[in-house]
């Protein structure tokens, strides 16, 4: 028995992806809040970075200083 993948309109991809970015939350979260997977979530958001890449305002002095820091929790 094979298993129907769901489809969604760009509209609604727009919109996820859009919840991701605009709000900062987390890729888990606003997928668990729609209902759809994580994976398929986080897919949409990179998908849209790569796209949108040369849109995005270059990183805050603050903004740098707090990736740092993070960066440093984290190990890398």
Not at 61 to 72: M, P, T, V
């Amino acid at each position: 028995m094979s298993e129907r993948r769901k489809s969604f309109s760009s509209e609604f991809k727009d919109e996820a992806v859009k919840m991701v970015i605009e709000s900062s939350r987390a890729v888990a979260d606003v997928a668990r809040e729609l209902g759809i997977g994580a994976e398929t979530l986080r897919t949409w958001v990179n998908r849209y970075r790569v796209e949108h890449a040369d849109e995005e305002p270059p990183l805050t002095i603050s903004e740098r200083a707090r990736l740092r820091e993070l960066e440093k929790e984290i190990g890398s």
